[in-house]
C-alpha cells in the first residue's frame, strides 16, 4: 500500500483565495482525520470521518472551513476565502480503527500571502 | 480532561546520552498510549506504544515506563544518535474517542 496520499505537498496563494487539499487514505481504513500543525498550536484535529460520515468537528476554527469525504478513497478540505493566519501543514491521517495506530500522510504546506 | 501535557517543549542531548520526554494526563479511562516520531517534512509515525496493564516496554533503544498511579508516562532514548533528532509526541486514548496529542518536544542530538 501506497500510505495516506495527500496533494498537493505545497500550495501558494493569496489571501481570500480558495483552497482544497486533498487526502487519499489507506483502502479499508474507516477513519479519516484532518490535522493542522503549527509551531504556536501544535497539532490540532480539525474534524474526523467515520464510514465517509463526519463525526466530531468541533476542531474546525471557522466557517471558512470545510471537509468532505464523498467516498472511502477520497477526502477533501477546503478554506474559503483564505487568510495568512490559516498558513500551516495541514496532515491527513487514517486508521482502522479509532483505537489503532493512525497512519499520516506527509502533509500539505500552505502558505497563504 | 482529556489533555495530555507534555515536557519538555525542546530538548538538546549529545550523542550517546539518554533522551528523556515526559507526558502526565487526566482522563484514567485512557487505556492506549502511543508515541509518534515526526522528521522535518514529514507526517508523525508511530515509534512505539504502551498499555496500562504494563509497567515498560523496550524496542531496541526506546523505552516507555509507564506510572498508572502518577498518570504519567515518558519515553527513554538510549544511546541518542544524530538520527533521532526529530519530534516526539506522546498520545492516549480510549475506546469509541479519538487519539489526544501532546504538545511534542523537539529533539536535537549534538554529534
Known amino acids: 500500500d501506497a500510505g495516506v496520499i495527500q496533494s498537493p505537498r505545497h500550495e501558494v496563494t493569496e489571501m481570500g483565495q480558495e483552497v482544497t487539499l486533498r487526502c487519499k487514505p489507506i483502502?479499508?481504513?474507516?477513519?479519516l482525520f484532518w490535522y493542522r500543525q503549527t509551531m504556536m498550536r501544535g497539532l490540532e484535529l480539525l474534524i474526523y470521518f467515520n464510514n465517509n460520515v463526519p463525526i466530531d468537528d468541533s476542531g474546525m476554527p471557522e466557517d471558512r472551513f470545510s471537509a468532505k469525504m464523498p467516498n472511502a478513497s477520497f477526502s477533501t478540505l477546503k478554506i474559503q476565502p483564505s487568510e495568512p493566519r490559516d498558513s500551516a501543514v495541514y496532515f491527513c491521517a487514517s486508521s482502522p480503527d479509532i483505537l489503532k495506530v493512525y497512519t499520516f500522510g506527509s502533509g500539505t504546506r500552505l502558505t497563504v500571502v | 480532561q482529556q489533555q495530555v501535557k507534555q515536557s519538555p517543549q525542546s530538548l538538546i542531548v549529545q550523542k550517546g546520552g539518554i533522551s528523556i520526554i515526559n507526558c502526565a494526563y487526566e482522563n484514567t479511562a485512557f487505556d492506549y498510549f502511543p508515541w509518534y516520531q515526526q522528521f522535518p517534512g514529514k507526517g508523525p509515525a508511530l515509534l512505539i506504544a504502551?498499555?496500562?496493564?504494563?509497567s515498560e516496554k523496550k524496542e531496541g533503544r526506546f523505552t516507555i515506563s509507564f506510572n498508572k498511579s502518577a498518570k504519567q508516562f515518558s519515553l527513554h532514548i538510549m544511546d541518542s544518535q544524530p538520527g533521532d533528532s526529530a519530534t516526539y509526541f506522546c498520545a492516549a486514548n480510549t475506546g469509541g474517542f479519538k487519539t489526544i496529542f501532546g504538545a511534542g518536544t523537539r529533539l536535537f542530538v549534538k554529534a
Open positions: 483502502s479499508g481504513h474507516d477513519y
Open positions: 504502551i498499555r496500562p496493564d504494563v
